[in-house]
């Protein structure tokens, strides 16, 4: 199955699924604190890959998860909620780009911090 018409003539042609990559990846917390703003991006695909992203704390605990199966498009933006009545703190989200019937393709990570409501720096 060919997705080439999700895409502009202007963008790079989509790879076979041992060349997609991961090519961004950020999370921004909103104000309040409990949820993040996640975006990702990957290289074009010619098959849809599957996803996988996971926070974890400053000690390695997870605290939410989200898999996305076969995305339609390349570049993605969703909310994760943090699993804590108290969510500040130090926090890494880590991509996971993958295909079921052949091994990891990319991983990419980023770290981001919540503050207390009350903290105004």
Known sequence: MNNAFFFDSVEAAPLPPEEVRLTSLSAEPYPEGGR?????????FQKRPWLELVMVDSHGEEVTTADIIEPLNYKIELTMHIRRAEPAGQYKLIARLYYPEQADNDLK????????ENDSR
């Not at 993040?36 to 074009?44: A, D, G, K, N, W």
């Not at 990570?109 to 207390?116: I, K, N």
């Open 109 to 116: 990570e980023t770290s981001f911090e919540v503050r207390a």
């Open 36 to 44: 993040v703003r996640v975006s990702l991006e990957m290289t074009p």
